[in-house]
């Protein structure tokens, strides 16, 4: 895949931009900016992490912000939203929704990655209405109603 370069701002000097694991990791991580050593995220708990960094992202390309599989599966951490979407005309400070899923209390250190940052191509669509729809052998079933015979 070509290399593409996408122009950040730090929003606080102590801001990290994100960084990718491997050179064939897919997601960049995003790293928590917090006023304090560290943030306390009780048991279905929401908190808005900040990362103090905005994105000026090219038109055609929007960032999608996922859960690290070891912060989720491990410690029940991941985005409220389960995928967070950034619009290329956005360019506020990228926030993280954390949801904590556990049943304990999980710490968050200042400068923790707290979810990784996947660009990626989207299509904008024309919606038109329609009386109707074509058929297909799987029609209106779903739900788990794929494979059934």
């Known amino acids: 895949m070509e290399n593409l370069t996408i122009r950040i701002k730090k929003l606080q000097e102590k801001a990290v931009l994100p960084t990718y694991g491997t050179s064939a990791a897919a997601g960049a991580d995003l790293y928590a900016l917090l006023d ?8 279905g708990e929401t908190k808005l992490i900040h990362t103090g960094i ?5 038109t055609g390309l929007a960032g999608f912000v996922y859960a690290r599989s070891g912060l989720s599966t491990k410690r029940g ?7 967070g979407v950034i619009d290329p005309d956005y360019r506020g ?5 954390l949801h904590n899923h556990s049943n304990m209390p999980e710490t968050i250190a200042d400068g923790e990655r707290v979810a990784q940052l996947l ?8 919606f038109e ?5 074509s058929n297909t052998k799987r029609g209106d079933g779903g739900y788990g109603s794929t494979g059934r015979k």
């Open 36 to 43: 304090a050593p560290e943030e306390v995220i009780l048991p």
């Open 54 to 58: 905005a994105l000026e992202l090219p």
């Open 77 to 83: 951490l991941a985005p409220a939203n389960k995928v």
């Open 93 to 97: 400070e990228i926030l993280v929704a």
């Open 119 to 126: 660009i990626a191509p989207y299509v904008s669509a024309a």
């Open 129 to 133: 209405e329609a009386d109707t729809l």
